[in-house]
């Protein structure tokens, strides 16, 4: 089997008496979406998180590319390439599109770059911020203010940004949230070709794009995974119906 590029092994939390995440053990293959899903308060943010890097666990281990990371922040994983997107905030929306994944690049090229500012590293990342934006389809947009764009644009346009750091890994939290019928379809479209560039693990509410999209399901219900498996066998997991999709079994 191939080694996963991202795993949690045994990772457990308490909030107080609240176990949040109890003894989760997942993975994230090359070349996959694994959809993480779960109702409400199941505890896929408190996960989410601990993989990132926000939040530490109180037992276990998150692995990176075969590395323990369990003791790096946030920004140390992403430098490692573990690509956290969706926090819309972080676009800067006066911005054109092309500013802020030259931001990105920026980030990407430490802070020699964003003091030093040599021209050849100029011309460097703007070639970066560039090849960003053509891989999520947002060439002809490079000149918009970003408040100009769509939704689903802008959610393309932080892939962009992730994309400048060149990732080995994304987490994206819930990024079909907001979007109607059409930006959901068009951006279902758009992850669908992205796991070739680097898998995702991706929680999300819509089942609509979840069973489009992943090649594998967890389902998290109060801090527990209880099964793992491909669309078709978590649709027909009498537990998961029972405990997750709402059905008698
Ligand atoms: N910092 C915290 N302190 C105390 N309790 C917390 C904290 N963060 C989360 N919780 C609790 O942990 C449980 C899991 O919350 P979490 O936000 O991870 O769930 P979720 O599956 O992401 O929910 P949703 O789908 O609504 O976003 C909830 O009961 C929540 O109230």
Same mark, same amino acid.
Request: aromatic letters at 4%; glycine letters at 12%.
């Given at each position: 089997m191939t080694e996963p590029i991202l795993q949690t092994i045994?990772?457990?939390?308490?909030?107080?008496?609240?176990?949040?995440?109890q003894d989760i053990s997942i993975d994230l293959r090359p070349g996959e979406i694994h959809?993480?899903?779960?109702?409400?308060?199941?505890?896929?943010?408190?996960?989410?998180?601990q993989i990132a890097g926000g939040l530490r666990p109180d037992a276990?281990?998150?692995?990176?590319?075969?590395?323990?990371?369990?003791?790096?922040?946030? %920004?140390? &994983?992403?430098? !490692?390439?573990? *690509?956290?997107t969706f926090q819309i905030s972080a676009?800067?929306?006066e911005d054109t599109v092309l500013q802020n994944a030259l931001l990105g690049a920026m980030g990407a090229g430490g802070t020699a770059f964003r003091f030093l500012r040599?021209?050849? %590293?100029? &011309?460097?990342? !703007?070639?970066? *911020?560039?090849?960003?934006?053509?891989?999520?389809?947002?060439?002809?947009?490079?000149a918009t203010p970003t408040f100009e764009l769509s939704h689903g644009q802008r959610r393309q346009l932080e892939?962009?940004?992730?994309?400048?750091?060149?990732?080995?890994?994304f987490v994206m939290d819930e990024p079909m949230a907001g979007l109607g019928f059409e930006g959901s379809k068009n951006l279902t479209g758009f992850l669908d070709g992205l796991r070739h560039t680097a898998p995702i693990l991706l929680v999300e509410h819509d089942m609509d794009a979840v069973f489009a999209l992943a090649d594998r399901v967890s389902v998290l219900v109060?801090?527990?995974?209880?099964?793992?498996g491909t669309v078709e066998e978590i649709r027909n997991d009498p537990d998961v119906?029972?405990?997750?999709?709402?059905?008698?079994?």
């Open positions: 045994g990772i457990t939390k308490s909030f107080g008496a609240l176990q949040a995440s959809a993480l899903i779960g109702p409400n308060g199941a505890g896929k943010s408190t996960l989410i998180k276990g281990k998150v692995l990176f590319r075969g590395e323990d990371v369990t003791p790096l922040g946030t %920004a140390e &994983r992403a430098r !490692r390439g573990l *690509a956290r676009l800067a929306m040599p021209a050849l %590293a100029q &011309r460097d990342l !703007r070639a970066v *911020a560039e090849n960003a934006l053509e891989l999520v389809g947002l060439s002809a947009h490079a892939v962009a940004v992730a994309l400048t750091l060149a990732p080995k890994a109060y801090g527990r995974i209880i099964a793992t119906r029972v405990a997750y999709l709402g059905e008698d079994a």
